[in-house]
């Protein structure tokens, strides 16, 4: 008879033929289980993998996509050298109304300023004031325009002197017209336009320096 051995901490034992046989096969199920856990597993993870949610967007291109769907200002269209001035109608300090066009054959600046009586605002009105009769042998008519009322108008006209007019310019229609932006809501960016004996923009200044403004817009004119 064919014995088999089972080693045991309190020594060895006998097993029958048939005892062998089961616990190999025992065995044999054990380990064919755990070989399927194992591939289970692995498919997990494969499925994991396979379902996982795809890449986020980063946060500076989402914050850059929220800004650009909430936070962007409207775009306005912008003037050149040479298109029509828009022939807007402009309310005076003194509650007159003018319309562009109706300065035709002459030439125009319109500069627009962020506030009255303010210091680099000062220096630009008191530069264009003191040109005044250079400005006045070149044809031009000087028109400044700000968010500022009636009221505020007329006190910087009168203690500066200025011998041109003030347009209000309270809804900033005047400006959206001529494509000029505010530095923050109520102020006007500083800007200048010179308009043609024609009505078409001759120049136009989106950086101004303030002081000496004036002698650029006469050599523009003479230009």
């Not at 890449?55 to 200002?73: E, K, L, N, R, V």
């Not at 409207?74 to 005076?92: H, I, N, Q, R, S």
């Not at 030439?107 to 303010?118: L, R």
């Not at 007019?165 to 336009?193: C, I, M, N, Y």
Request: charged share 25%; aromatic share 6%.
């Amino acid at each position: 008879m064919t014995r088999s051995y089972v080693k045991k901490r309190c020594g060895k034992v006998r097993v029958s033929p048939a005892h062998s046989l089961g616990y190999l096969a025992c065995m044999l199920v054990r380990t064919t289980l755990v070989a399927m856990l194992a591939l289970a597993a692995v498919a997990g993870c494969n499925d994991k993998k396979t379902d996982a949610a795809p890449p986020t967007t980063s946060g500076a291109a989402s914050a850059s996509t929220a800004s650009s769907g909430t936070s962007t200002a409207p775009k306005t269209d912008t003037l050149k050298e040479g298109d029509p001035a828009p022939d807007v109608e402009m309310t005076l300090q003194d509650g007159r109304k003018t319309k562009l066009s109706s300065l035709k054959g002459h030439y125009v600046a319109i500069y627009f300023y962020p506030k009255d009586e303010t210091p680099g605002c000062t220096v630009e009105a008191q530069n264009f004031r003191d040109r005044a009769e250079d400005l006045k042998k070149a044809g031009i008519t000087v028109i400044g325009v700000s968010t500022q009322d009636a009221a505020s108008h007329k006190a910087f006209i009168e203690k500066e002197k200025l011998p041109f007019d003030l347009a209000v310019d309270e809804d900033a229609s005047l400006a959206k017209a001529f494509g000029v932006p505010s530095l923050r809501p109520g102020l006007h960016a500083r800007q200048t336009f010179l308009i043609g004996k024609d009505g078409t923009i001759k120049k136009v200044w989106r950086d101004v320096t303030p002081k000496d403004h004036a002698d650029e817009v006469i050599a523009a004119a003479k230009s």
